[in-house]
């Protein structure tokens, strides 16, 4: 069975010993003060996963942000080298860099394309969440006598 699923965060970084350090992780909607909302950057973390006898022969990570916004990264599978854990169940961990996205209110469309169709994501929304005006404090008091 063919599955995927995706993180969005603020950065990803990798170590040495392989690792992939992922920070900054949206857990809900991500919600920005007005629109459009420029930012440095949004990574789209790809966990991809299938089982060893249903190989995908093409694999195209792909992000459609709120307002049109299309990004698309094909993965060349032939060049990833296999890992032990691949003989039980293939998985594949990518990250899809945004650099500088506009963002908008709505539904991000996150989905993995392959040869046999498409793999749709929960990602999260955009929501507007406009800053908090603190209520107009009263500068004369009343006493009673």
């Known amino acids: 069975m063919r599955q995927a699923t995706v993180i969005v965060c603020d950065d990803v970084t990798f170590a040495l010993n392989g690792k992939m350090n992922i920070q900054g992780v949206y857990t809900t909607d991500i919600g920005i003060p007005f629109e459009p ?10 966990l991809i996963e299938t089982s060893p006898d249903d190989p995908y022969r093409t694999l195209e990570l792909s992000v459609e942000l709120p307002g049109g916004q299309n990004t698309r990264l094909p993965i060349v599978v032939p060049t990833l080298r296999p890992s032990a854990g691949d003989q039980i169940r293939w998985s594949l961990k990518y990250p899809l860099l945004l650099p500088s996205p506009l963002l908008r209110a709505g539904p991000i469309v996150a989905k993995v394309i392959h040869e046999q169709g498409e793999i749709s994501t929960a990602a999260p929304f955009i929501v507007l969440r406009p800053p908090v005006t603190p209520p107009a404090s009263s500068s004369g008091s009343s006493a009673s006598s």
């Open 37 to 46: 909302y420029a930012t440095s950057q949004l990574l789209f973390v790809f």
